[in-house]
């Protein structure tokens, strides 16, 4: 029987739960989503991009001052390679929601005027146009979550119980 280290053990499992948590959290903002196209209730999505993005410019600041103020190694790279993950993920954000609301304003102004006097092809271009911001946005989501999972990498670790008693006294 080969010996698997509890450390490998341990990555694969973070790895599992960072993969599993992208997946839920991807999926649970597309459903979000397609239920506000359904409903052609755009102001909640307009109105969320704002907390956003000042959630990742400010992760983006935190990781960049937090990458000087580290003496040079490997933490001080694992925390560079958050920020420009993190500046990676606020540029596509940026994209995606100036593309997604063109593609918004196109399908409400399309819906005011009706149905009958419009193409349909018209209508399909701007449903790609729409979820082709919004994909973006969820691209976004994950270089951002690639950046976390960088620096959270020892929130993860194998601790021996007599460890875990000493920091627990």
């Known amino acids: 029987m080969k010996y698997i280290s509890p450390r490998r053990v341990a990555n694969r499992l973070a790895r599992t739960f960072y993969n599993l948590l992208y997946a839920l959290v991807a999926g649970a903002i597309f459903a979000a989503l397609t239920s506000y196209f359904e409903q052609r209730d755009f102001v909640p999505l307009a109105a969320i991009s704002g907390p956003i993005l000042a959630i990742l410019f400010g992760f983006t600041a935190l990781m960049y001052n937090r990458a000087r103020a580290l003496p040079s190694g490997v933490d001080q790279r694992r925390s560079l390679y958050a920020a420009e993950r993190s500046l990676q993920a ?80």
Do not use: D, E
């Open 90 to 169: 606020t540029v596509l954000f940026l994209i995606g929601a100036g593309t997604g609301g063109l593609g918004a304003i196109l399908i409400h102004s399309l819906s005011s005027i009706g149905n009958q006097s419009v193409h349909p092809g018209v209508i399909i271009f701007a449903t790609v146009f729409f979820y082709g911001g919004m994909l973006l946005v969820l691209f976004s989501f994950g270089s951002f979550f690639l950046g976390l999972q960088a620096i959270a990498h020892k929130l993860m670790r194998w601790i021996s119980l007599r460890r875990l008693a000493r920091i627990v006294r």
